[in-house]
């Protein structure tokens, strides 16, 4: 294996870390909001409470299947955790929205981006594309929200 092929996988490797650190609060958050104990999450989810912890403390070790297994039972999109990684894995600065408790507005503009883009230039990795991207996920600065 090539050092650039290593250090690509570690990249990689580093990315998911993230993404399973912010799934993993967000799961916390969520089930304490709803008043659950890990043991009720974690017999919903058909996980044992040990595994629970280790999805909620952003264990590597975790599985993104149960961090989706976990986010609907608790009615979390799985966007919560795509979308970060989508952003991660270019190099794009991870709005704030992103990190909270209810990002259902932030998922839906996105959504909306994602519809409008014309996909036969994006299909040729038009760089215009994605920097449209990013600006329009910016917080509006009277709002808070995404443009």
Do not use: C, T, Y
């Given at each position: 294996m090539s050092h650039q092929s290593i250090a690509h996988e570690e990249e990689r490797a580093s990315v998911l870390a993230e993404v399973k650190r912010i799934s993993g609060r967000r799961?916390?958050?969520r089930r304490r909001s709803q008043r659950?104990?890990?043991?009720?999450?974690?017999?919903?989810?058909?996980?044992?409470?040990?595994?629970?912890?280790?999805?909620?403390?952003?264990?590597?070790?975790?599985?993104i299947d149960e961090h989706i297994r976990c986010a609907h039972v608790?009615?979390?999109?799985?966007?919560?955790?795509?979308?970060?990684?989508?952003?991660?894995?270019?190099?794009?600065?991870?709005?704030?929205?992103?990190?909270?408790?209810?990002?259902?507005e932030a998922e839906i503009h996105a959504y909306k981006i994602l519809a409008a883009i014309d996909m036969i230039p994006l299909a040729h990795h038009h760089p215009i594309q994605r920097v449209h991207f990013v600006e329009t996920m910016e917080p509006n600065e009277q709002t808070g929200s995404p443009r």
């Open positions: 799961i916390e958050v659950k104990s890990q043991r009720r999450l974690a017999a919903e989810v058909g996980i044992g409470v040990r595994w629970l912890r280790e999805i909620e403390s952003g264990s590597p070790k975790s599985r608790l009615g979390l999109s799985s966007a919560f955790l795509m979308i970060p990684m989508l952003l991660l894995e270019h190099r794009l600065n991870l709005p704030r929205q992103f990190l909270g408790e209810d990002m259902d």
